[in-house]
């Protein structure tokens, strides 16, 4: 039997505090050259605005392919490993909360990227995340949000345990506890390299793509396209991830 243990605080700022310091480290493997492309491309010249952007492992190359790029962070210790990195400096980040706090400007692109729309506690507040989305677009901007489809088959008798990476150097696999009435996880990332071991707590309230649109349909934002990944091949129903892409609904 697994026991539930106590709940973890869902505050903006907790992912950050226990994984900062080993996240770019831990998620080098993850190239963001796809990515960076596809949004690119969709920014048409920006400027773009990331809700938390972390250390920057999307924004810094988007900066770098002369997109000027602005971010969310509820984590200073996420913001710090930013700062600490060429270009950082040249990004204006708020530390708050996605749902609510402003960043000034019009964008032609927010980005949510990574999952991160779980990281919020519960449906109000991804709707709120949406509406703030929305809030920071121009005319005909768009809202990316890239995040998994729940499985919940993956899990036996509400546990499941799996590799998420396998490498001679590293071991990175994830426990987690399903609780379905509420469509939330407890997870934890175990991390095995010679330095030792680290746990990286994240809790999800998971959402399947159907209500991620009927949220954008609630801010003012249509579905332009949903995609399998950032190789932009057709979503469909062996897919396990989705990048959506959602546009304001008053653009021509
Ligand atoms: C999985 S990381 C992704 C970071 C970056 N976007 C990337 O793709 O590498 C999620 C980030 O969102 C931040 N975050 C989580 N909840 C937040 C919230 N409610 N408001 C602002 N930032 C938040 C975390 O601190 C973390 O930096």
């Known amino acids: 039997m697994v026991v539930r243990e ?22 080098a493997y993850l190239t ?41 962070e509820g984590s200073s210790d996420m913001v710090a490993g930013l700062r600490s990195k ?25 980005l949510l990227a990574f999952n991160t729309v779980f990281a919020l506690p519960d449906q109000a507040a991804q709707v709120a995340c949406f509406r703030n989305a929305a809030a920071h677009l121009r005319p005909g901007g768009r809202f990316v949000v890239e995040a998994w489809v729940p499985d919940p088959a993956a899990f036996r008798n509400g546990s499941a345990l799996r590799p998420v ?10 426990a987690a506890l399903l609780h379905p009435a509420e469509q939330r996880m ?16 994240a ?9 991620l649109d009927l949220m ?9 396209h949903r ?14 991830e989705h990048v959506s892409v959602y546009r304001r609904a008053d653009s021509a």
């Open 216 to 224: 954008a349909e609630l801010a003012g934002l249509r579905r332009e």
């Open 227 to 240: 995609w399998a990944g950032w190789t932009r091949l057709p979503f469909g129903d062996d897919s396990r």
């Open 32 to 72: 963001p050259d796809s990515a960076v492309q596809v949004l690119a491309e969709l920014a048409e010249g920006g400027p773009v605005c990331e809700f938390g952007i972390g250390t920057g492992r999307l924004a810094l190359p988007l900066v770098e392919r002369g997109l000027t790029v602005a971010g969310i």
């Open 165 to 174: 990476r396998v490498a001679e150097d590293e071991v990175l696999l994830e």
């Open 186 to 201: 407890t997870t934890t990332k175990v991390r095995l390299t010679a330095g030792g071991v680290h746990l990286l707590p």
């Open 203 to 211: 809790n999800h309230r998971y959402a399947w793509p159907a209500e």
């Open 86 to 110: 060429a270009g950082g400096d040249r990004i204006d980040v708020a530390v708050g909360d996605f749902t609510h706090t402003r960043v000034p400007g019009d964008f032609a692109l927010v």
């Open 6 to 27: 106590a709940e973890l605080s869902f505050d903006a700022s907790a992912y950050g505090r226990y994984v900062a310091d080993v996240y770019d480290e831990t998620y």
